[in-house]
C-alpha cells in the first residue's frame, strides 16, 4: 500500500498494481540514468520544460523500491494512465516552497527578549 506521506502513490498498468515512491534512492537512479540534477530536472517538470524521457526515466526511478524490474516502457504506460498521481507524488515529495511574502506574513514578531 502506498505511504502518502512519503511521496508514494499507487495505480493499476496492465493488470497489476505498481507503487511509485519519490524518495532520495529514486531521485539518485534518476541522476544516474538521466545525467542531469534531479531537482533541476523536477523544476523544469514544473515548468513544463522537460521533455517526456526525463518524465519517463523520473517514473522508472520511483517505480524501482517497490518494483525493481521495471521497464520505461511500464513507467511510460503508468504515466499515459496516472498523470495526475505523478504530479501528487511530486507535490507530496518535494513541495514547492513557500513565496517570501507567505513567509514574511506567517512569522512571529520580535524574538524574545529583543528591545527596542
Known sequence: ???????????????RVK???LDMAALERFEALQGQKAFSAIEEMRGDDAGFATLRRLVRAAM????????????????????????????????????????????PGKPAGATG
Open 1 to 15: 500500500m502506498a505511504n502518502y506521506t512519503r511521496g508514494e502513490v499507487s495505480g493499476r498498468v496492465r493488470g
Open 19 to 21: 507503487t511509485l515512491c
Open 64 to 107: 524501482a523500491k517497490h518494483h525493481p524490474d521495471a521497464t520505461l516502457a511500464e513507467a511510460q504506460a503508468f504515466i499515459a494512465k496516472h498523470a495526475d498521481k505523478i504530479r501528487a507524488m511530486l507535490q507530496r515529495a518535494l513541495p514547492e516552497p513557500e513565496a517570501d511574502e507567505d513567509v514574511a506574513e506567517s512569522a
